[in-house]
């Protein structure tokens, strides 16, 4: 079992829809939690951060923790085709160290 | 307030080749990681360090992978007989703290290709 799994997809979602992306892991002791966007070619980007259980909102983004069921979830409203892109989940583990899931490919079609 | 900086941004190395990366994290921060991503593949960490000492490097290849972070300068990461296989994009992340609480933010990554 991968240590932050994620669906690799792509996840092909129409312009102004919600994209919602997820993110497994498995280390129960994981204190944080992160998503991260990276453009083609480019490096990964912060975009959101999340430590305790429930939703965290912060413009179209909305980031969601359920500790119990070892999930956190990514859901962007009014997808535009500029959030085209893979997005990453990393997990800051037990062991002190933060793991990075696979990425998800979004595409967001108009 | 810069951020995390990266040179080069593309390197070519022939096969056998030394390769040299450099990282200056952002002002303010002491924590630098190093992470390799393969193409179509997720980031890699290979080493965490601070200032004058490396505190896990569980993710580098115990062969011709080196990296340091000196007093005064940047981190630097050190691929020596470089191979085809070694062809990747390296990022270099820092924060101003380890723990959890702490986001790492990244470099714009050095390109290696090995010829």
């Known amino acids: 079992q991968k240590e932050v799994e994620q669906n690799s997809g792509p996840l092909s979602v129409p312009e102004g829809a919600i994209a919602s992306l997820n993110c497994t892991y498995s280390?129960?002791?994981?204190?944080?939690f992160f998503w991260y966007r990276q453009y083609s070619g480019k490096s990964p980007e912060l975009i959101m951060s999340i430590y305790s259980n429930g939703d965290k909102e912060d413009g179209r983004f909305t980031a969601q923790l359920n500790k119990a069921s070892q999930y956190v979830s990514l859901l962007i409203r009014d997808s535009q085709p500029s959030d085209s892109a893979t997005y990453l989940c990393?997990?800051?583990?037990?062991?002190?160290?933060?793991?990075f899931g696979s990425g998800t490919r979004l595409s967001i079609r108009p | 307030n810069a951020g995390v900086m990266q040179n080069p941004r593309h390197l070519v190395r022939r096969r056998g080749q030394e390769a040299r990366l450099r990282c200056s994290p952002m002002k303010g921060h002491s924590h630098v990681y190093w992470y390799r991503q393969l193409p179509e593949e997720g980031l890699k960490f290979m080493v965490y360090?601070?200032?004058?000492?490396?505190?896990?490097e569980s993710g580098m290849p115990k062969e011709r992978f080196s990296a340091e972070f000196p007093k005064e300068g940047p981190s630097i990461l050190r691929i020596q007989q470089v191979v085809r296989g070694d062809s990747a994009a390296y990022f270099c992340a820092s924060s101003p703290r380890q723990g959890p609480s702490y986001e790492q933010y990244f470099g714009p990554g050095t390109r290696l290709t090995v010829t």
């Open positions: 280390d129960r002791g994981s204190q944080s």
């Open positions: 990393a997990v800051y583990s037990s062991a002190s160290k933060i793991i």
């Open positions: 360090l601070q200032k004058e000492n490396i505190i896990d």
